[in-house]
Structures are given as C-alpha cells and as structure tokens.
C-alpha cells in the first residue's frame, strides 16, 4: 500500500536532493543519540551506539540477518499473509521457507501456535524480532500472552 508522504519528509528530501553529493553519507552522533534515546524511552532498553548498524531498508537489512544468521538449507519461520520481498529474501538465500499461515476469524488474524511449534522445532533461525514488528500491524503483540508464547518457544 503507498500513501503519501508527509509534507516535511518532502521538504527534507528536497532540501537533500540539492546537495551535489548523493552516496557515502555520514551519520551525526544525533542520528545514534535519537535511536537510543527513542528505545530507552519505549522500551526502557539502553543500547550501545555500537550495537546500531545503519541499513538503508527493511528488505536489505533482512537479507542481511538471513545471510549472518542462517546456512542453506537451514529452515526460517514466515507466518502469512506476509509482504512477499520478505519470502523471496529467504528463496534467494536458498533457505527454506517454513510458512505458518495466520488464522482469519472474526474480522482479525490469529496466530496457530499449535503449527508455530511444529514449525519451530524445524527451523534453524527463529525471527522473534522479525515476527514482533510483522504483528505490530495485527495488534497481536499489544497482548503479552502472545509475546510470552512466542518466548515459550525459544526452547525450539
């Protein structure tokens, strides 16, 4: 789905496209300071300025996390329907994909957790990250008795 930019990211990138050099930018120390600042107050989580590694995307930085994390062959839980770039991340790095479709009951989608963990005992890589932010949308993660489930899982 595209929508329309805010006013000000239209400024700001026209402001940046009259500068006559468009790669190897640099990041400020505010750019690493408003991240951390930004997960303190979220998550009450202080991070290292070391930990943030500055990617130009959600689909780069997922092949990335595939290609660090993973081997080929090695299995990686998607659960469906899903923005299909993220499926064919884990096609091109020649992993296989372990689909657990969500369940749609009621106006809403439900997570089969009772699939989730055969799946999980197969896959090699385990996205708790990946599935938090995909179920952000579907509100699943505002409930803890999912997120613990999901942590429940990490035995796998």
């Given at each position: 789905m595209d929508l329309a930019s805010p006013l000000c990211v239209q400024?700001?990138?026209?402001?940046?496209?009259?500068?006559?050099i468009y790669g190897y930018t640099t990041y400020p120390d505010k750019y690493y300071t408003s991240i951390q600042s930004w997960m303190q107050k979220r998550f009450d989580w202080c991070i290292e300025k070391e930990w943030i590694v500055p990617c130009y995307g959600v689909v780069p930085s997922l092949n990335?996390?595939?290609?660090?994390?993973?081997?080929?062959?090695?299995g990686i839980i998607v659960q469906t329907p899903l923005y299909p770039p993220f499926v064919h991340s884990?096609?091109?790095?020649?992993?296989?994909?372990?689909?657990?479709?969500l369940v749609y009951t009621k106006e809403k989608y439900t997570i089969d957790?009772?699939?989730?963990?055969?799946k999980a005992k197969k896959a090699t890589l385990f996205y708790s990250a990946?599935?938090?932010?995909?179920?952000?949308?579907?509100?699943?993660?505002?409930?803890?008795?999912?997120?613990?489930?999901?942590?429940?899982l990490r035995k796998y």
């Open positions: 400024e700001s990138m026209q402001k940046r496209a009259t500068h006559p990335f996390a595939i290609a660090a994390y993973s081997k080929e062959g090695d884990i096609e091109l790095k020649k992993r296989v994909v372990l689909d657990n479709t957790f009772e699939n989730f963990e055969k990946l599935l938090i932010i995909q179920h952000l949308g579907y509100g699943h993660m505002k409930n803890w008795h999912v997120l613990l489930r999901f942590v429940l």
